[in-house]
């Protein structure tokens, strides 16, 4: 087991330079896990170079390619010394399969959402995209439960409900969106309407993002690995639909219903104030002195009369414009105390709670990829000239790695 994470954080490292494009080295390896440098070029020359690592400009310095596809099982197979492969049980065939058909229901439903001539989209979305957490919430409960917990007595599976109470907490999020969709999958002939569709995509994109999350932490890969990531953007803006002309398309139950739905839904989005319950769509109106600090613009006519709204869209490339290897650049070119590499930033996030959620105004995850701020950079290279703040930040790290 011991050995097993060693091999799955060294997978973690991987797949962190291939989403971010890194060329690395060896050492850079041995810096970020608990191998040496030694064990880590035997890794890559006997077990990975030209399948998953490739040389990059020299013989020392690497470029990695397929790993992030990789679950975790998968990479540690790939790791295996043993040369005869592994039996696996029937309850980890089991899992597979329910793994398998999980990511096939995801990948179904975002494809069926963004087909635009596609007339029962939304509800068809719902629908498959409830089959896909129940499948994956079913292979979690066999893996850590085993078989017979995902049955009733018999051979009746186990509800989406029964599924969802034993892995989520009640008052989770992610819980409360899921409860959400399967309440709008029951109540299709009512709420799943295109006139709909500017609320319910809050909901769905809120759904989909944290169906990669709760994906990735059980298979160690994201789903749709080395895809496009473009069709996983679902929300859109637009008025909130006029429930007269809902009443005379749909009739009077369907406009009742839907006005129930508008209103628990923007009462619970308030109440559970969350990115994993829905999405917000944010737009920020302030009277300031620079242009640039605000979301809209107003220009007054003459007399009150012929004023301008001009929308103006936060653009992540200047909220949070760095990526890893551009961050250490910046803050290896403000200060020169020391200089950072990636070892040492990743230390500084996890001593620092920043590696594992989103911090708005210092680090956003935006399509598996961080980035970071103007202000994270100016935090970190300001801490710096904190005495042994560098050094705790690791020591911190290499704690945290060994207890792994």
């Not at 696996?88 to 494809?111: M, Y």
């Not at 769905?204 to 473009?230: C, D, I, K, W």
């Not at 129930?260 to 009277?287: C, G, M, W």
Request: with cysteine; net charge positive; proline share 3%.
């Amino acid at each position: 087991m011991v050995r097993e994470n060693k091999q799955l954080l060294l997978a973690e490292v991987l797949r962190e330079f291939e989403i971010n494009g890194t060329v690395f080295t060896a050492e850079m390896i041995a810096a970020r896990t608990t191998y040496n440098k030694n064990s880590v070029h035997k890794y890559i020359t006997e077990k990975l170079l030209d399948k998953y690592v490739f040389q990059s400009g020299g013989r020392s310095t690497y470029r990695c390619d397929g790993v992030a596809s990789l679950s975790n099982d998968e990479f540690i197979s790939v790791m295996s010394q043993s040369a005869k492969a592994k039996i696996k049980t029937p309850e980890e065939q089991f899992h597979e399969k329910l793994i398998g058909r999980s990511l096939d229901a995801f990948t179904l439903a975002l494809e069926v959402y963004n087909r635009p001539s596609m007339k029962n989209r939304v509800e068809a979305f719902a629908i498959m995209m409830v089959n896909a957490w129940e499948l994956l919430l079913k292979a979690e409960i066999l893996k850590v439960d085993g078989y017979e917990r995902i049955f009733y007595d018999g051979d009746k599976s186990i509800s989406i409900t029964d599924a969802i109470k034993r892995r989520l907490q009640q008052k989770d999020p992610v819980r409360i969106n899921l409860e959400t969709l399967i309440d709008l999958r029951d109540q299709a002939v009512h709420l799943l309407i295109p006139e709909l569709q500017p609320q319910l995509s809050r909901l769905f994109q809120a759904t989909v993002l944290n169906y990669q999350t709760r994906y990735r932490n059980e298979m160690g890969n994201a789903p749709l690995s080395g895809q496009s990531v473009g069709m996983l953007s679902l929300v859109i803006d637009g008025p909130a639909p006029e429930i007269t002309l809902i009443q005379k398309l749909y009739g009077k139950h369907a406009a009742s219903s839907v006005a129930k739905f508008i209103q628990h839904f923007e009462d619970t989005s308030r109440e559970v104030n969350s990115t994993e319950f829905s999405i917000p769509i944010d737009y920020r109106l302030a009277l300031v002195k620079r242009e640039h600090e605000s979301d809209l613009s107003l220009s007054v006519g003459e007399a009150g009369t012929g004023a301008i709204i001009i929308t103006k869209t936060k653009d992540p490339d200047v909220s949070h414009p760095y990526h890893m290897n551009t961050a250490i650049s910046e803050i290896n070119k403000r200060q020169k105390l020391v200089v950072i590499k990636s070892g040492a930033f990743q230390a500084v996030l996890s001593k620092h709670g920043l590696n594992g959620q989103n911090k708005s105004d210092m680090r956003y995850v935006i399509d598996g990829r961080p980035r970071y701020s103007e202000k994270f950079v100016i935090w970190f290279v300001k801490n710096l000239q904190q005495p042994n703040w560098l050094e705790s930040a690791k020591q911190y790290r290499r704690a945290e790695l060994k207890k792994n």
